[in-house]
T-cell receptor, first 109, second 115 residues
Framework: RKEVEQDPGPFNVPEGATVAFNCTYSNSASQSFFWYRQDCRKEPKLLMSVYSSGNEDGRFTAQLNRASQYISLLIRDSKLSDSATYLCVVCQNTDKLIFGTGTRLQVFP | GAVVSQHPSRVICKSGTSVKIECRSLDFQATTMFWYRQFPKQSLMLMATSNEGSKATYEQGVEKDKFLINHASLTLSTLTVTSAHPEDSSFYIC???????????FGDGTRLSIL
């Protein structure tokens, strides 16, 4: 079983739509959680950290369920520029980042 | 914000060549640098972690004699792929961090193609 699992997609949504991505992780000792965004053939960029209480940054909302070992990312009012691959990332106590394979999002006009 | 520069961005070379990739932190001191590899449609995989002035720690399955890492200063780490073969073709990305509670900042990546 992979340490971090994501639905690869692609998710094809129209502009303005709300879309949600899910991610599960296998190591219950994981301590930090992040969502990164990666554009085609580029380096990943930190989108937001994920906290147990849930957190929001503009149109983006991230949630963590430690009991179910589940992380989510919600994007509201999708823009064309949101088209990218979204990587679920888990950090273990050794400071090692474990990346999911990513979920590809395509927003169309 | 923190910037990490990686060079070169693209390398195409013949099988058997050794290739050196540089990773520099431009506006902060990177006490720790990380090297990742990403094959097409796969996740980034950590290859090794290096702390300035000490030997790199390699992940399981990564050959330390093939992927030589040098982190001689607080702003520069290099990865040398020795005697590269087509199966080494991949996207190599470095990241750097100054303190343990700070996020990693990624370089632009190097696309390596071995013919």
């Amino acid at each position: 079983r992979k340490e971090v699992e994501q639905d690869p997609g692609p998710f094809n949504v129209p502009e303005g739509a709300t879309v949600a991505f899910n991610c599960t992780y296998s190591n219950s000792a994981s301590q930090s959680f992040f969502w990164y965004r990666q554009d085609c053939r580029k380096e990943p960029k930190l989108l937001m950290s994920v906290y147990s209480s849930g957190n929001e940054d503009g149109r983006f909302t991230a949630q963590l369920n430690r009991a179910s070992q589940y992380i989510s990312l919600l994007i509201r009012d999708s823009k064309l520029s949101d088209s990218a691959t979204y990587l679920c990332v888990v950090c273990q106590n050794t400071d090692k980042l474990i990346f999911g394979t990513g979920t590809r999002l395509q927003v169309f006009p | 914000g923190a910037v990490v520069s990686q060079h070169p961005s693209r390398v195409i070379c013949k099988s058997g060549t050794s290739v050196k990739i540089e990773c520099r932190s431009l506006d902060f001191q990177a006490t720790t640098m990380f090297w990742y590899r990403q094959f097409p449609k796969q996740s980034l995989m950590l290859m090794a972690t290096s702390n300035e002035g000490s030997k790199a720690t390699y992940e399981q399955g990564v050959e330390k004699d093939k992927f030589l890492i040098n982190h001689a200063s607080l702003t520069l780490s290099t990865l040398t792929v020795t005697s590269a073969h087509p199966e080494d073709s991949s996207f190599y990305i470095c990241s750097a961090r100054d303190l343990t509670d700070q996020p990693q900042h990624f370089g632009d990546g190097t696309r390596l193609s071995i013919l």
